[in-house]
């Protein structure tokens, strides 16, 4: 079968959660971790490839070369069109990366104009007259104005992107999406007429999202949250609902946690008022050499083996600054990775068949630890949270990585302790 969509996501949990949203409009999707190369297999009659990159908050040069190798190595397995896939708080700063990548990619492809959207009406992630609200807030006003890397102090996408590019920017109110799809094209027709080049565009529901997805099917660039994608992934022709894929059965189950959002904490907090074990890190200890991750590793050894267990990082904002004045931000961010990553090895070696993963950068740091390359996509435990396949060195695994802000505050005990019982 044809690959029928390409996409590129600006992080690991944004890849999963884009490719879960492919998998629910039917299109059997991989997700390949990483800029793939020329050995990088998909698995077979794949009609959706999702390439997972850490490039949202690398320098915007970096993040434009790796964005285009990935379009190129897309393109030569069949992907006409190609989504670009950030997040749906549009996770980004004056210098980019979601202008710069876009713009790249647009004019790789000979696109003139291109239509975005981050809304995730599931997460509560809606748009409206062109700012971007978090569930009954503006984004300004939301806890992600003290995001660790990139606080959004500022709710008006159209303002937030012309910011990043020197092309005009436009937008589609949720009036005109309301009419259809014909007028939305009708619209991304007169925007281009007059010289933009990024239109944004309204949208309240998943019924707004599948309008745009229509109105954006020929268009050889789209941008956006998962939602559009979903809506895009709809007007492609139906191929049928992709089957579950099985969990490795036995093994261990085991959570890493390195965002420090506030739905992450919630679901920290919750697996440990359910008594189920925990273990906070010391990063200003680890960044002093102390062995932390031998002191983790001989707690697990210590706990009860049918019990899923809980090692995290993740802090509160004032915690986390604290950390940050001693280490610096980019330091303290790469002791996180580097334990987790150092951690997830250490789990799997042991037996661990089940492990999810909370936050992009730390999702990062895990797969590349595991040698993880490509996956294949499975049943969501929440939405755009699905557990993903993938084979290790050490044995089958199922593995899921959660967005920060993604999941319902009781993922962490649902999803593990159901598997645990479901591979008994």
């Known amino acids: 079968m044809t690959l029928r969509i390409g996409c590129i996501a600006d992080d690991f949990t944004g890849g999963t959660d884009v490719a879960a949203a492919f998998r629910r409009a039917g299109l059997r999707t991989a997700l390949v971790f990483g800029t793939p190369d020329d050995a990088t297999a998909l698995p077979p009659d794949c009609d959706a490839a999702v390439v997972a990159l850490k490039s949202r908050s690398t320098p915007a040069g970096d993040a434009v070369a790796d964005s285009l190798a990935a379009q190129r190595w897309l393109r030569v397995k069949g992907a006409a069109q190609v989504y670009f896939k950030y997040c749906s708080t549009f996770d980004s700063t004056p210098q980019g990366n ?18 975005h959207c981050p809304a995730s009406p599931p997460n509560g992630r809606t748009v409206y007259q062109g700012h971007l609200f978090v569930h009954d ?41 309301r009419r259809g799809v014909d007028a939305v094209r009708d619209a ?43 809506g895009l992934g709809h007007a492609y022709p139906a191929c049928g609902q992709a089957a579950a894929e099985p969990l490795p059965r036995g093994g261990r189950a085991a959570v890493l946690a390195g965002s420090c959002s506030a739905r992450t904490l919630e679901q920290i907090a919750q697996f440990y008022a359910a008594g189920l074990p925990s273990l906070h890190l010391d990063v200003l200890a680890a960044a002093t050499g102390r062995d932390v991750t031998g002191e983790a590793m001989a707690w697990y050894d210590e706990q ?15 915690e986390l600054a604290a950390v940050q004045a001693q280490l610096g931000v980019t330091q303290a961010a790469a002791q996180v990775e580097e334990l987790l990553g150092t951690l997830a090895s250490h789990l ?41 396949y993938a084979a290790t060195k050490n044995g089958d695994l199922a593995l899921m990585l959660k967005s920060g802000n993604f999941g319902a505050p009781d993922l962490f005990t649902r999803a593990l302790v159901a598997t645990a019982e479901d591979t008994e």
């Open 137 to 177: 807030q503006l984004l300004s006003d939301s806890p992600l104005r003290h995001h660790p890397l990139n606080p959004m102090t500022d709710s008006a996408l159209v303002r937030l992107l012309s910011a990043q590019t020197h092309h005009k920017v436009a937008l589609i109110d949720w009036a005109t999406v």
């Open 348 to 388: 799997v070696e042991r037996g661990v068949r089940q492990l999810l993963v909370a936050g992009g950068e730390t999702s990062g740091a895990v797969t590349t630890a595991l040698g993880v390359r490509a996956v294949l996509v499975g049943e969501e435990a929440d939405p755009g949270v699905p557990w993903t």
């Open 304 to 318: 009860d083996p049918d019990r899923p267990v809980l090692i995290y990082a993740s802090a509160s904002p004032e």
């Open 188 to 230: 991304v027709a007169a925007h281009r007429q007059t010289g933009v080049r990024h239109i944004i565009a309204d949208a309240l529901t998943d019924d707004d999202l599948a309008v745009l997805g229509a109105a954006a099917f020929e268009l050889p660039v789209v941008a956006g949250a998962a939602g559009l994608a979903e």
């Open 98 to 115: 979601i202008g710069p990548v876009t713009d790249a990619l647009m004019d790789a492809a000979g696109a003139a104009v291109t239509l």
